[in-house]
């Protein structure tokens, strides 16, 4: 069982950066693959990025290649996600999920736990 807890949304401007964390508590975190998600009302949650268990096999969606950069801590039972160069498309709710799959998925049916979801505002 891995329990997630997001922190770190919030609202800034266009082109500024926040850095989302995900503090997990769970025997079996470190075993985990990891994902962010977003959604937005009347659109399909969707993948953002993903990182496999030990951190070296990353996963970004295409409109975020470049801006984005996910990493995780294991010894802190903790995933980042670092988002540069925001704009006001990337205004939504972000959430952390964890899968049992070592390497990440990108099927939202093969993560097995999820986090209450943190607001990300952008502003123009």
């Known amino acids: 069982q891995v329990q997630l807890v997001e922190s770190g949304g919030g609202l800034v401007q266009a082109g500024g950066s926040l850095r989302l964390s995900c503090a997990a508590s769970?025997?079996?975190?470190?075993?985990?693959?990891l994902g962010w998600f977003r959604q937005t009302p009347g659109k399909e949650r969707e993948l953002v990025a993903a990182?496999?268990?030990?951190?070296?096999?990353?996963y970004y969606t295409d409109s975020v290649k470049g801006r984005f950069l996910i990493s995780r801590d294991n010894a802190k039972n903790t995933v980042y996600l670092q988002m540069d160069s925001l704009k006001p498309d990337d205004t939504t709710v972000y959430f952390c999920?964890?899968?049992?799959?070592?390497?990440?998925?990108?099927?939202?049916?093969?993560?097995?736990?999820w986090g209450q979801g943190t607001q990300v505002t952008v502003s123009s």
């Open positions: 999920a964890a899968s049992s799959r070592s390497t990440y998925s990108t099927k939202q049916n093969e993560y097995n736990y």
């Open positions: 769970g025997r079996t975190f470190s075993s985990c693959s």
């Open positions: 990182i496999s268990w030990i951190g070296n096999r990353k």
